[in-house]
């Protein structure tokens, strides 16, 4: 006989180690598809400082390996595969990974969202020799260089401030005028002497040999364009939803974000979603941990009929 689950839970950021506490506690017996690394983008952050309950604030990941250890203790069954594709045409349902295939009464999407990038060619030409996502990954490699972020929100506040701690310099290029980051994170850059920012200004390539040496800046008012040296260039420039292994199964939004009416159903009954794979609009470590809370509650309820 088929081995059916009772719920499935796709993703191990906080929102699905949350729905998985709670669900495990319900002795649902959840089996979560972590990912090949688990965590989510918690576990390349260094200090969170606005998750409640932590005084000084918390690492990410740390944040994250507690919250693991907190869902195991449950008795919550963790796989370390990456779902690549699923069925929800019939019940049960299907999530397929690259090695197996599992069967699930209910699922819980939570697979969170990626990094956006800009999209040209030389960025992808210069991944990894020069071009980041990841200032905590890699800002160690810049010491005493000069280094540009890209972007004008929290994350670009947070990123250009972190590198700092080793890079000689370091610009913040935004294609407007103003940035869109909270008041206290843009103070925080603005008021550091090491950082300069380049208003109005994208980047239309990325130039090196073997390793980035520069940028070529357009001015977004009057077209001109420069350039500027610089031996790393890292993006913070917002994220995407990984909705992919969910094309064609569930609605998605023209952004491919999962449609939902109360932030936990998704169009499949049965198949709840939690995190920032369906908000674009918050996307906190703490609204998505309460939302995989209410995940996994609205599952309880669905299947007790
Ligand atoms: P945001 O979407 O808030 O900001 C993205 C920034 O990148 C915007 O300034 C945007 O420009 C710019 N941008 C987007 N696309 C492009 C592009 N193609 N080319 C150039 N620039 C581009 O993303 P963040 O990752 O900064 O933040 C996401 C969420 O995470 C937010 O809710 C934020 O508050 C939160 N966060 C909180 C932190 C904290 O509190 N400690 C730390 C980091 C993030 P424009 O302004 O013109 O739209």
Request: net charge negative.
């Amino acid at each position: 006989m088929e081995d059916v689950r009772k719920l499935a839970i796709i993703g191990s950021g906080p929102a699905g180690l949350t729905a998985t506490i709670y669900a495990a506690r319900a002795n649902l017996s959840p089996i979560v598809l972590a990912g090949i690394e688990f965590g989510g983008q918690l576990m390349t952050t260094t200090k969170v400082e606005n998750y409640p309950g932590f005084i000084e604030g918390i690492d990410g990941p740390e944040l994250m390996n507690n919250m693991m250890e907190q869902a195991k203790r449950f008795g919550a069954e963790i796989v370390y595969e990456f779902v690549r594709s699923t069925d929800f045409s019939k019940k049960p349902f299907v999530l397929k990974t690259d090695s197996n295939e599992y069967l699930a009464e209910s699922v819980i999407v939570a697979t969170g969202s990626t990094p956006r990038r800009l999209g040209i060619e030389s960025e992808q030409r210069f991944w990894g020799k020069g071009v980041s996502t990841c200032a905590t990954c890699d800002g160690a490699f810049y010491k005493d260089k000069i280094v540009a972020v890209i972007g004008g929100g929290d994350s670009a506040m947070e990123e250009s401030t972190f590198l700092t701690k080793f890079a000689s310099k370091v610009y913040i290029i935004h294609r407007r005028d103003e940035f869109k980051a909270s008041k206290v994170m843009q103070e925080r850059a603005l008021n550091n002497e090491k950082i300069n920012i380049v208003w109005s200004s994208e980047v239309v390539e990325v130039v090196g040999d073997t390793f980035v040496t520069g940028l070529k800046l357009k001015d977004t008012n009057t077209g001109e364009e420069s350039e500027l040296s610089v031996d790393g260039m890292f993006l913070a420039i917002g994220h995407e939803p990984m909705t992919e292994p969910f094309v064609g199964q569930m609605e998605l939004d023209p952004r491919k974000y999962i449609v939902t009416e109360d932030g936990v159903h998704t169009s499949v009954d049965g198949v709840f979603v939690a995190g920032d794979v369906a908000d674009h609009v918050y996307q906190q470590a703490i609204t998505a941990a309460g939302m995989g809370c209410k995940a996994a509650i609205m599952v309880e309820k669905y299947l007790a009929g």
